[in-house]
């Protein structure tokens, strides 16, 4: 627009318009009128910083959702890829060690409980999420479900990975595999 003053263009102007209020359906538990029969089926909870800090009030808060949700007839697949904070109880026997969990509990096969422990060195997995009967289990893929959040978010030019990450502190073991996999990349 060389030569063209601001003041001169036509500019595009926002027309004015009024909406109605309308009630917003409620999102929990299933209450939106377009569904034929509103059950939850299955609650997928991706555990946030405040999830695992137990002086935190979220975190009590979370605890009585997770109870009420394992006194429902529904399933409850829990997410927990961050390595700090006090983890909310696993049931005993404890699974083997981890830096992240996911777990599934089947409404029909509690107390049992389905753990991916895993490590930071490991493809995050693709775990199933139960869906009503006779319909099977859909697949979700965590490690594709990281990796669109991880480019839609632009987080490689938000990271400064010359740095180690946040704490704790990483094992000497996983600080290794993680310098050696960041050079591979050419990250570091």
């Known amino acids: 627009m060389a030569g063209h003053d601001l003041a001169e ?66 399933h409850l697949v829990e997410i927990d ?16 060690a981890a830096s992240y969990y996911v777990t599934l509990r089947r409404a029909e096969q509690r107390p049992q409980v389905e753990v991916w422990p895993i490590q930071l060195q490991d493809r995050l997995p693709t775990v199933p999420v139960p869906l009503s009967q006779p319909d099977p289990d859909a697949s979700l893929d965590l490690a594709a479900a990281v990796a669109a959040v991880y480019e839609r978010g632009g987080y490689a030019s938000l990271i400064d ?14 600080a290794l595999w993680l310098d050696r996999w960041l050079r591979q990349q050419e990250i570091r």
């Open 161 to 174: 990975y010359r740095r180690p990450p946040p704490p704790p502190k990483l094992s000497e073991v996983d």
């Open 9 to 74: 263009c036509d500019m595009l102007l926002p027309r004015s318009v009024e909406f109605r209020k309308q009630p917003m359906p409620s999102p929990f538990p299933g209450m939106d009128p377009y569904i034929e029969h509103p059950e939850l089926v299955t609650a997928i909870e991706i555990l946030l910083p405040v999830n695992k800090q137990s002086s935190h009030e979220a975190y009590l808060d979370y605890l009585r959702k997770r109870r009420e949700l394992l006194r429902s007839a529904a």
């Open 81 to 96: 890829l961050l390595r700090g904070g006090e983890r909310p109880p696993l049931d005993e026997p404890a699974p083997p």
